[in-house]
């Protein structure tokens, strides 16, 4: 399993990620500004049991990679190190319109719930994230991969569902206020450029090799 310090750090990368809205967090501050606090927290837990698999997917595929080729797991690593990097270039260079809005028809919450789970589960971007970002965390000498993935997609959707809830909360407490403005999505576009290209950059320095 890993040791305190990796989860220390998986701990602060998983919060600074979270903390910067994406796809997710608009969907769920939308349903939390159109009907209300009950129905947000409804489609957190969608997004959330959506991540649910990704972590299985992202457990499995991963450790039979490991047990596979140890040389394939750290090709897997770096891909994840230049997806992460790509990332952060891409949404520095992000353009965003003046002429979006933020309204939804209402909706059932059972209807909100499985909406915010298709919409994860479909996303391939989500799935190779969760491809990307857990495996530099990983590591093969402490045991068997599963579980050590197991454990950190457990306490990404805890760290999730604590952070999208209080962005649900907030975003209905401030609905009446709440407009879209292009400069305020060009400055989250920029803050999570910048944290995707500080954790590519320290898992590129920091990583270790796999051992065979």
């Known amino acids: 399993m890993p040791d305190f310090a990796t989860l220390a750090v998986f701990c602060a990368a998983t919060m600074a990620l979270l903390l910067v809205p994406g ?8 349903r939390s500004v159109a009907q209300g606090r009950a129905t947000g927290l409804v489609s957190v837990l969608g ?4 991540s649910i698999v990704h972590v ?3 457990a499995f595929g991963i450790s039979a990679l490991l047990a596979a080729s140890a040389t394939a797991f750290m090709v897997v690593k770096w891909l994840g190190v230049a997806y992460l990097v790509w990332l ?3 949404k520095l260079m992000t ?3 003046d002429g979006e809005t933020a309204t939804l028809k209402s909706h059932s919450r059972s209807r909100v719930f499985w909406e ?3 919409v994860n589960v479909l996303n391939p971007k989500t799935a190779i994230f969760f491809l990307a970002f857990l495996p530099q965390f990983v590591k093969p000498e402490l045991g068997p991969v599963a579980p050590q993935i197991v454990l950190l997609g457990v306490v990404w959707i805890a760290l999730g569902v604590a952070s999208d809830g209080a962005y649900a909360l907030l975003a209905s407490a401030l609905s ?4 879209n403005s292009a400069r305020a999505r060009r400055r989250l576009d920029v803050s999570s450029g910048i944290v995707y290209l500080g954790l590519g950059a320290a898992a590129a320095f920091t990583g270790e090799p796999a051992k065979a």
Request: glycine share 14%; aromatic share 8%; no cysteine.
């Open 116 to 118: 915010g789970f298709v």
């Open 47 to 50: 997004i959330h049991t959506g």
């Open 56 to 58: 299985a997917a992202a």
């Open 176 to 179: 009446g206020r709440l407009r």
């Open 23 to 30: 796809p997710a967090v608009v969907f769920i501050v939308t």
């Open 95 to 97: 353009r965003s319109d």
């Open 88 to 90: 952060g270039v891409r």
